[in-house]
Nanobody, 123 residues
């Protein structure tokens, strides 16, 4: 089973950019659909973006569409999230997640999760 480790979070001013990475262990990364979710204090976990096994099909939550870009490098076993035009409401812990099933679009379909990385956007 793949293991996931996120990195790249931090503190940024509104309007700035960050790039999150999610390093996956094992040699089966390409067999997983991948996604980013986020969770702010006191709120439910929210879908951010997902990408199919071989790309380039990508899907985004309405709140990040046009500002965030999900991508993957199967040769490097790494998932990315480029976040531009950041807003204070983007502040959350960001998690990458993997889905090995045939259906991968809801939170419950993603069975492997990283530990999360904090993103804080100041106004």
């Amino acid at each position: 089973q793949v293991q996931l480790v996120e990195s790249g979070g931090g503190l940024v001013q509104a309007g700035g950019s960050l790039r999150l990475s999610c390093a996956a262990s094992g040699r089966t990364f390409s067999t997983y659909a991948m996604a980013w979710f986020r969770q702010a204090p006191g709120r439910e976990r929210e879908f951010v973006a997902r990408i199919l096994r071989s790309g380039p099909n990508t899907y985004y939550g309405d709140s990040v569409k046009g500002r965030f870009t999900i991508s993957r490098d199967n040769a490097k076993n790494t998932l990315y999230l480029q976040m531009n035009s950041l807003k204070p409401e983007d502040t959350a812990v960001y998690y990458c997640a993997a889905c090995s099933g045939l259906v991968c679009y809801e939170h419950r379909h993603f069975t492997t999760w990283g530990q999360g990385t904090q993103v804080t956007v100041s106004s």
